[in-house]
């Protein structure tokens, strides 16, 4: 089968590998290079232990309170845009306790599927992309938080994860020795892992063209031809492919693409932006978020340390902010507050786009109303984290074999009405 895989993240490429392997002839459309895109900035987390979707109540309300400060880890830029109202308003209505209950098991299941594969991947002599699994730290300074953290660890838990701990000041200090930290504990997830992802994209890449996937790069899907309920043809500002079947994995830029084919997909781009330190003096034994910065630290590589964090619900044409940047730095200084990290210049900052779905969960599945469409995005902040087991259900997916988990939480559809 002839399968067009538009989108060039760590989605499509993992689609595009495991298609490969099942027998199909695969190229990869993008607009770009795909030399940085987002899924080569993020924090590189492998985590069953994010079963917390972004819409949850507690979001909502801090987001209100953080509306009018642009250094805020959860950001949305105030414009007139009907299309984040429509978003807005959806993520209002899903960010519950009763849907978040019902997305935690789903979530822990789907990371764990992907980690089964990156951990296969790490496996193989063409990957060698620093993997770890070591756990990540959840960081906290306030009683608020270690209070939420006892329930957070209850779930883990009851979901299976049975080797998180809650860790009290004393041992948190022992695992992080080197740098005095203002911190009263810590929630330790033995279950998460991390890699570096600049390295997995750039062999995946490399993996991927030495197996004859094709790359069609800098080209812009203009347009769909459909004939009987199938996308017949993709046009691009360049060519014309004619796929059997396509997979749509355009993460931030989805929701236009899609309504190209009559679908309604709310998801709004989230601009997040990280620095990475090479031989830096401020480095950590372990990965960690700093709960109440909403910051990401993680050792990488051996020799580098990447702090990245915000939420800032954009456009894609939206210029970045500095501020953003100033924020992240002040947060990891208010936990470490002997890491003196000047603010960097543009040169050394990355920023990229996350796909915000309307309820925090991807949207994954064939559409109804193409026949030989599968979507796979809206992954948020977990798009890493996910990368792998979406590429292994896409082929599922476009096969018709039983999926590897149940993906009906995931039906890319699910707002269209």
């Known amino acids: ?57 507690g979001i909502v309300k801090q987001g209100l309170k953080w509306m009018l400060n642009p250094q ?28 978040v209950e019902k997305a935690a098991m789903p979530l822990k299941d789907f990371a764990l599927v992907s980690q089964h594969w990156y951990e296969e991947w790490a496996k193989l002599p063409q990957f060698k992309f620093a993997y770890e699994h070591k756990g990540l730290l959840e960081i906290f300074q306030t009683d608020k938080v270690a209070d939420h953290s006892h329930h957070l660890v209850k779930k883990a838990h009851e979901l299976g994860l049975t080797d998180t701990r809650l860790l009290n000041q004393e041992e948190l200090f022992a695992l992080e020795p080197q740098h005095k930290m203002n911190a009263i504990g810590a929630v330790y997830f033995a279950c998460d892992a991390h890699l570096y992802p600049n390295k997995l994209m750039k062999q995946l890449i490399e993996d991927l063209k030495s197996k004859g996937v094709q790359f069609c790069l800098g080209e812009t899907v203009k347009s769909f031809e459909k004939e009987n309920g199938k996308i017949k043809s993709v046009i691009t500002d360049k060519n014309k492919y004619t796929p059997d079947a396509v997979v749509l994995a355009t993460g931030s830029w989805s929701r236009e693409m899609v309504q190209q084919l009559g679908i309604t997909m709310p998801l709004m781009p989230g601009r997040g932006y990280s620095i990475t330190l090479e031989n830096s003096q401020y480095q950590t034994n372990y990965p960690s978020v700093l709960v109440e910065g909403r910051v990401a630290l993680t050792p990488m590589d051996g020799n580098k340390m990447r702090f990245g964090g915000t939420m800032e619900i954009t456009t894609t044409q939206a210029p970045p902010q500095m501020n953003r940047v100033v924020g992240v730095l002040k947060a990891v200084k208010k936990f470490f507050p002997e890491f003196d990290i000047p603010t960097p210049s543009w040169e050394q900052v ?5 796909p915000c779905s309307a309820d925090g969960l991807p949207y994954l599945g064939r559409s109804r109303k193409i026949q030989n469409l599968v979507i796979a995005t809206g992954h948020s902040m977990i798009g890493l984290s996910l990368g792998a087991g979406t590429g292994k259900l896409v ?23």
């Open 350 to 354: 990355w920023y990229g786009y996350r």
């Open 1 to 57: 089968m002839k399968v067009v895989v538009i989108g060039g993240g760590v989605i499509g490429l993992s689609s595009a590998y495991f298609l490969q392997e099942a027998g199909h002839s695969v190229t990869v459309i993008d607009q770009t290079d795909i030399s940085n895109n987002c899924s080569y900035g993020n924090a590189g987390y492998v985590c069953p232990s994010h079963f917390v979707p972004l819409a949850t109540p």
């Open 395 to 417: 082929s599922e997916i476009l096969d018709e074999k039983p999926t590897s988990i149940d993906i009906s939480f995931y039906n890319p559809e699910r707002f269209d009405r």
């Open 72 to 99: 805020s880890p959860f950001y949305v830029k105030p414009r007139l845009s009907w299309s984040l109202m429509q978003w807005g308003l959806k993520f209002m209505q899903m960010a519950t306790p009763e849907n």
